[in-house]
């Protein structure tokens, strides 16, 4: 068995996580995601890294997590998890481990619980989740959280992030929450990276300046080149149409919804959804200097903008295909999917630039110590 340290994959979607744990010399002994086709991009992707998970028909690759007994899963030093945000019933307010009964964040804590118990604490959990969930239920749903990690034994630290400072054209806020088991690591703290300077460092000040101290992006970065853009992608007269009109009707009703236009020289771009695949409208690419409508991303591109490395058609700016966040343990990516499907499994991903940053902070910060 490898010394390396090992991480679990909780709701790990298209591996997003994984790529970074990879990338710091993390070894996953597991992994869990509900949905059929994310689980094919999953094996499709990190089988070749991790074959363990898929051996003895998938028994380390569980598909139900509310069905999987914890002490069947191999110890672990971290605990991976984009959880859901769901609404917690804490008629009692005791905030713990209880009041996440009926949860999906319960499944992480009586799996960090069992462990505990059977004598192999996990050394570090890595969460993360929507911005929102700060202020969920008026607060109570993070306040819940975050006592049911302190009575098991843990302290912790959290913060949200915009992938925008850390090397990719997105401006993407997520919330993360960084706990360490306190009997085997000794850190008062841990000191969030805000983005990542020109010559890869990491920006522990959340100043004012913050824009002007980060790796300089634009949305071009990400772009398949223009000669090999098929005709598809760019929205019909109908739909551009329908967009103007749609903004126009929510500016006058004092509403900010409606398309979001960007174009090369763009330094980010929107947030990508889960529905970005039924009309691209937060994020479309002008194309007005070729007399056409504006197109929505490729599947590619809307890959590369959480920081997959896929090769797709190539780069319209070549240099990109060597961009930082594409190091040698970031392998390809493969789109395994329908065009449908990739767009929503790229819109519910992480921003893998940023879990890297994390995943590096944290083997130096908290298991080195």
Known sequence: ????????????????????????????????????????????????????????????????????????????????????????????????????RGTLFFNIANIVKQKIYSGNPPKVLF????????????????????????????????????????????????????AWYKDLIKVDSFKFPYGIRPDGSSIFEKSKTLADEVKETHVSDIFEPDATMDSYYTISDKMWIGHQERKKRNKENGKGFGYSL???????????????WKDGSEILIDQSHKKLNPRRLTPVEAGRLQGYRIIG?????????????????????????????????????????????????????LLLQ
């Open 262 to 276: 960007f174009n090369s020289d763009s330094i980010y771009c929107s947030t990508i959804s889960a529905r970005y």
């Open 127 to 178: 969460l993360e989740n929507v911005k929102g969930l700060k202020s969920h239920m008026n607060g109570e749903t993070l306040k819940t959280i975050l006592a049911t990690l302190e009575e098991l034994g843990y302290s912790f630290s959290y913060e949200v992030l915009n992938a925008k400072y850390f090397g990719i054209p997105q401006n993407r806020e997520r919330l993360f929450i960084i």
């Open 313 to 365: 058609n190539g780069w319209e700016k070549p240099e990109c295909a060597n961009n930082d966040n594409y190091d040698s343990t970031n392998q390809e990516y493969k789109i395994v999917v329908s065009r449908k499907e990739a767009y929503h499994q790229f819109g519910n991903s992480v921003a893998v630039p940023v879990i890297k940053r994390l995943a590096k902070e944290i083997v130096e910060q």
């Open 1 to 100: 068995m490898s010394n390396k340290y090992k991480f679990i994959d909780l709701f790990a979607g298209i591996g997003g996580f994984h790529q970074a744990m990879h990338s710091v010399g993390m070894e996953c002994v597991f992994a869990s995601e509900w949905d059929k086709y994310a689980r094919i991009s999953y094996e499709a992707n990190y089988k070749c890294i991790a074959p363990n998970l898929f051996i003895n028909d998938y028994q380390f690759f569980n598909c139900d997590i509310t069905e999987q007994e914890p002490s069947l899963i191999p110890v672990f030093d971290v605990c991976c998890g984009g959880f859901p945000c769901q609404p917690f019933s804490i008629a009692g307010k005791r905030r713990g481990f209880e009041d996440t």
